[in-house]
């Protein structure tokens, strides 16, 4: 099932200027997006704590800058596996999906 966002979750990225997103992908595909802070959301499992979901697949993070993406963080606790990656395939449709900049990194 290919992933998808909603307009008000794109024009978080979009309005972004330096910014941390938590990233969540339902088991419906959609893709969720949080701003992290350094005091309520410091993560997928806070902000889970605030907004419980029962539709969790997978969880990474992202930088944004200037409503562009520059890093994408493709570990979290919500994700199965020795380093809680997300699965290549779900890597791929993200590339797809979402507003990358020039300089895009990723990460582990």
Request: hydrophobic share 40%; no cysteine.
């Amino acid at each position: 099932m290919p992933l998808t966002i909603a307009p008000d979750q794109l024009r978080q990225i979009e309005d972004g200027q330096e910014e941390l997103l938590l990233g969540i992908i339902s088991t419906e595909g959609a893709v969720r997006l949080r701003r992290a802070d350094r005091k309520t959301v410091i993560g997928h499992h806070e902000w889970l704590a605030l907004e419980p979901m029962s539709d969790v697949k997978r969880g990474f993070s992202i930088g944004v800058k200037k409503g562009r993406i520059v890093a994408l963080y493709r570990s979290s606790t919500l994700n199965p596996g020795p380093f809680g990656e997300i699965e290549d395939v779900y890597f791929r449709e993200l590339l797809s999906l979402l507003p990358m900049a020039n300089t895009f990194r990723a990460f582990v």
